[in-house]
């Protein structure tokens, strides 16, 4: 009986071996997509990804997901580089900011993407015209930072004539530097005070409103226009507008605090550095896209994609991925547990009311403008301080020490030049 009993178990072994490996009657578990990003790399962002953002996904389709993430953006490069050239490519994914997209795309790593049905959604226009290179849909737009304007509605009730409050949160044509300038004439007349104020202090983020915003608002460009008439007329405007800044602003780190205190009434900062004040005041202080200047609506986005592999595995499922990590609930988490912003317009009414549905709804007011002259921070390496620390040493000697303009400009861009010249790449 013994015998019997256990010649029949291994016969039932036996058949499961069969219905599990044959291919026939069933399959063996998927394996899973390996998704490799440079994004949301420390400890506690991977234990989001893994353990809510791509769980999530998993318990939705049954598809499990692997994340591997690399903290270097070399590394990925490197790796990218290796399976596609041995033909061996394990990787189904790759999130990266769109300058390594770039860089990666250039050596043929990437399929073209335009064939990708996603749900309906709608994209930010301005992302997603940057994930097409020479004609070749490279990457799906996923995140996005910024920095913005914060304005506490007080300084709404004395808005220039011909000025109104809509121009102002939607960024139409009438929401200029010269409307800004005219605004905060008006509010210093009020307040007796200046009400504009800016992170010039030696830690703020002066450096990025003076080659990301200012800069191509005025020429179109960051670097490429830096000696011209074009930027002769932007540092005229500059000087215009220092009187009606906030005096402290060339100590000021950040401006949370000071609009939380309403030292100032209106300010310009990243959306991480303006969240305290509307934690503080949700219902006083409202995000708007920046003023836009003869040449456009200048203003860096941090921009972050996904691409597939060429000879990836699993495509079907890689794009099922993306729709998910796409999706206006989905890109609302990312917003909360991370702060990186979503680049669908759809997720504004997806998120909860409070601090965070004010940011969003502004960082996707301002990049959704028509006007707009999307920049991406240039990768300059070890000369990156150099390059920031070029537009603070302009704008002290221009601005606050009312230097020779053109002279001034012409001596900058000899250095300015230095540095795309060793780094290599085109001037921004």
């Not at 003869?294 to 996904?306: C, E, Q």
Request: hydrophobic share 45%; aromatic share 10%.
């Amino acid at each position: 009986m013994k015998k019997i009993i256990f010649l029949t178990m291994i016969l039932l072994s036996m058949l499961v071996g069969v219905l599990v490996y044959s291919g026939g009657r069933a399959e063996a578990p998927a394996a899973p997509i390996i998704f490799a990003s440079t994004q949301m790399v420390p400890a506690e962002e991977q234990a989001f990804v893994r353990g809510e953002l791509l769980e999530g996904f998993t318990e939705k389709t049954g598809i499990p997901v692997e994340y591997v993430g690399f903290p270097s953006y070399a590394e990925i490069q490197i790796r990218m580089s290796a399976e596609v050239s041995a033909k061996k490519v394990t990787t189904g994914l790759v999130g990266d900011l769109h300058g390594g997209l770039d860089v990666m795309n250039s050596q043929g790593l990437f399929q073209d993407l335009s064939d990708v049905s996603l749900s309906k959604k709608t994209f930010v226009k301005s992302l997603e015209d940057r994930s097409v290179m020479a004609g070749k849909k490279v990457y799906i737009p996923w995140m996005q930072a910024t920095y913005v304007m914060a304005v506490n509605k007080k300084a709404f009730d004395h808005l220039p004539a011909g000025l109104t409050v809509n121009d102002v949160t939607k960024g139409t044509e009438k929401w200029t530097y010269d409307a800004l300038l005219e605004w905060a004439k008006v509010l210093k007349e009020q307040f007796k005070t200046p009400q504009l104020g800016f992170p010039i202090g030696p830690e703020g983020l002066w450096h990025r409103f003076l080659h990301g915003y200012i800069y191509p608002s005025y020429t179109g460009y960051q670097a490429k226009a830096f000696n011209s008439t074009d930027a002769v007329a932007q540092w005229e405007y500059m000087r215009k507008l220092l009187p009606y800044v906030h005096t402290a602003s060339t100590t000021w780190r950040a401006m949370d605090e000071p609009l939380q205190k309403e030292e100032v009434l209106v300010a310009w900062d990243h959306t991480a550095r303006l969240k305290a004040a509307l934690v503080e005041k949700p219902d006083q202080i409202v995000i708007t896209p920046v003023p836009r200047g003869p040449k456009g609506r200048g203003y860096i986005t941090v921009a972050v994609g996904l691409a597939i592999p060429v000879n990836a595995p699993q495509r079907d499922n890689v794009i099922k991925l993306i729709d998910y990590l796409t999706s206006p609930e989905v890109q609302v988490r990312v917003l909360e547990k991370v702060g990186f912003f979503p680049v669908v317009a759809e997720a504004a009414g997806a998120v909860p009311a409070g601090p965070l549905k004010i940011l969003a709804q502004g960082v996707l007011n301002q990049s959704a403008t028509p006007d707009s002259v999307m920049v991406l921070i240039p990768s300059l390496g070890a000369r990156s301080g150099e390059f920031t620390g070029l537009y603070r040493d302009v704008f002290t000697k221009i601005v606050l020490e009312n230097a020779n303009i053109s002279s001034t400009l012409k001596q900058a861009e000899a250095t300015l030049k230095s540095i795309f010249d060793e780094v290599g790449g085109p001037v921004p």
